[in-house]
């Protein structure tokens, strides 16, 4: 799974996904404070550099843990973190992991989201050596469905009140690509 304690960097046509630092503690406070963002995240939008350091650390303890990996998006051109994306939950011994992501709402619609995950999928499947990739979505949460669906995941199946979060208990719809799916995909190299 997670070898070594250097942090990937993944390039794709218009991005790189590299590690998040303190330094982009506002950046990522500028789009997890957003309240369209922060919908379907499970958390309360953010409210405070604290907040966004917070989550930082939380990044670099799955690192450390070899327990996931979250990657911050950026355009090649910028390298301001504009989303994240990556792998959570890891369990080495049955070779799966959930993943998620999250993009700044004046990215969406451009093919940003799909672009990043598309790269965090093929490297979970060749570098992780990961079998399964999970998704955990909420029923309202259809663009991230229609992404998910376009990558080749199966939905199979509603968690009925699986989470607590924001005062509620949320059902999650779950969805996962295996590695024999994914090798049938055309982003497969």
Known sequence: MIEENRFPVIETDRLNLRQVTKDDAESILAYLSDQDVMKHYGLEPFDSIDDA??????????????????????????????????????????????????????????????????????????????QR???????????????????????????RNYEFTCGKFDDLLMYSLLKQDYEKMSYST
Not at 89 to 104: K, T
């Open 53 to 130: 350091l917070d989550e930082i650390a939380w990044y670099q303890a799955i690192f450390e843990k070899k327990t996931g990996i979250r990657w911050g998006i950026t355009l090649k051109e910028q390298g301001r973190i504009i989303g994240s994306c990556g792998f959570l939950n890891i369990v080495s011994e049955h070779r799966r992991s959930e993943i998620g992501f999250e993009l700044s709402k004046e990215y969406w619609g451009n093919g940003m989201a799909s672009e990043a995950l598309e790269s965090v999928i093929t490297y979970g499947f060749e570098q992780l050596n990961l």
């Open 133 to 159: 990739v999970q998704a955990l979505i909420e029923p309202p949460n259809i663009s991230s469905q229609r992404l998910v669906e376009r990558k080749g995941f199966i939905r199979e199946g509603l968690l």
